[in-house]
């Protein structure tokens, strides 16, 4: 096994700083206990707040459902471990566990579902849109793009290969429309908007600003819908997020040009920007600029980071269902904050390095990861290739930098 291989590198085994009790996302205080919210919004709370249904702080660790485990493990250096023994239970729960609720994410531009398991864990699943071998028309923007279930799958894999360890886990799954979505939905507008097709397929379109019509209803062969479960993040009520618009969002204009791609010595107004003029935020960002290439996605307009950890903390990387659109030709904008700043991780630069060379070829090690995900292949063979073509670009990037 390549992938096992390359997480037994030594470059894979940096540990991180040592994680104190302030590090942490939560301490569980065994006096405490979370429970349902009992305004019945799936959304889970200490005790103090609400009454309680499933007491975890007087149960030992070892009971928690996997889903609770991920939270109470996130800390200030990663999401989650390295060497986590939870994520192929925490994958197969997204991909098996029954659904016994699905209602419509309200917000963003096209249509999600938030659905609950009996354990209490909860998943964002996007519905396919798109076959794999699709790819972006030329001529669309960038922000009227799909969003691609797949996309979201590979970018998880994709992430946790870059050793970042910034999304959430994410599994494929196989939806059954009619028992999973419409039979069970307490959402009234979403229940509104499922038919029949004239070829007998059960579909909906739910309410969104985008694609949520019946020209781009999603409809099941008959009913079975492919989509991306995402484990959820902690409710923002227990681990508040703050949204940073990035500094190298695009104009979302037909015609305007953003700052960045007008000034080429933008970077240096950046580094004299809070918060990139000190800590490793700049480097960070640039991280993400990286998996952002790779994948071809160039709709990174914010990130998030976890209020309690202040600025010295990794960035969330939500939100790639973008990626993966295209893979015949590349987008050299989004190299924009590598290019202009010349700055990039040492450790991120030796492992880029390393997954250009035979043994831990990218694209290989993406595609084992790959292929243990219940709706592999998840990216077609031509995608798989770009990401070597991309890696190459990244390092000539590196290159010049250095040799300049």
Known sequence: SKLAALFKHPLYNIPIPEVTEKDKLFVVNPMEKFSLRSSGSDEWVSSSKAETLLPTGKTAYDTYPAWLKFHVGINRYELYPRWDSLMPTLLRDLATQRIVSSVQKSGGTQLKLIMTFPNYGQALFKPMKQTRDQETPIDFFYFSDFERHNAEIAAFHLDRILDFRRIPPVSGRLVNITKEIRDITTDKKLAKTFFISPAGNVCFYGECSYYCSTEHALCGKPDRLEGSMAAL?????????????????????????????????????????????????????????????LMGNMDRHHYETFEKFGNNTFLLHLDNGRGFGTHSRDEPSILAPLRQCCSIKKSTYLRLQLLATQPYRLSDVLREALATDPLAPILAEPHLRALDRRLGKVLAVVGRCLAG
């Open 233 to 293: 993040l902690p409710d923002k009520t227990l681990a508040k997020r703050r949204s940073w618009r990035s500094p190298w969002r695009r104009s979302y204009h037909k015609s305007k040009k953003a700052e960045w791609e007008l000034n080429p010595n933008y970077c240096a107004q950046v580094r004299e920007t809070p918060p990139y003029d000190r800590g490793h935020r700049l480097l960070d960002l640039i991280d993400m600029t990286v998996l952002d290439f």
